[in-house]
């Protein structure tokens, strides 16, 4: 079985403020989860467009929205990331623990930028991950777009503040292509 994704705020809107939601629905179709906390996050009213994307892939039965449900195994888990953490980590946000909890109780795969606030919990839990920059990776390799577009996705990310590793798609890929010979 394919795993899902669950995604965090920070993720998913880096394809939504660059209109680029279409390649995550090419390279996960079916597979994308949003926990509720995230599509709280993403339903700011100084950022009405981005629920408006999110709410129609959701009509649309692209993504997927999930609740964490009282009671349940996620949500003891979702608690102690947020509000009483092991004392070597401090408390991470809400959309980045639901992400975390559900993606561990439902054996799928986080998508998080922030991998220095949940790298304990990946590593704890034996985790999958995946971030912005590695999507774009992996849509080039699947031939979705090619080095040029994914230099012109990467800048209209940084433009809109979206936090990647490297100043560019090219400078990203260099090091991955001397280490496997492309």
Not at 77 to 90: G, I, Q, S, T, W
Not at 100 to 114: F, M
Request: hydrophobic letters at 40%; charged letters at 25%; aromatic letters at 8%.
């Amino acid at each position: 079985m394919t795993k899902k994704l669950f995604f965090d705020t920070d993720c998913l809107s880096s394809f939504l403020w660059v209109n680029q939601e279409n390649l995550l629905l090419r390279l996960y179709p079916g597979r994308i989860i949003i926990p509720n906390e995230v599509a709280a996050e993403l339903s700011n009213p100084c950022i009405p467009h981005i629920r408006r994307k999110m709410n129609h892939l959701n009509s649309l039965g692209q993504l997927e929205k999930k609740q964490i449900e009282n009671g349940s195994e996620e949500s003891g888990l979702f608690y102690e990331m947020v509000a009483n953490p092991d004392k070597e980590v401090v408390p991470i946000g809400k959309g980045e623990a639901a992400a975390l909890a559900l993606a561990k109780v439902y054996e799928g795969i986080v998508a998080s930028n922030n991998i220095k606030d949940i790298l304990y919990y990946i590593e704890k839990w034996g985790l999958d991950y995946t971030t912005s920059a590695e999507i774009l990776v992996e849509a080039k390799h699947l031939g979705l777009i090619d080095e040029c577009d994914g230099n012109k996705i990467w800048m209209n990310m940084l433009v809109k503040k979206r936090s990647l590793p490297a100043d560019s798609f090219t400078e990203y890929i260099e090091p991955i292509g001397k280490n496997i010979g492309i």
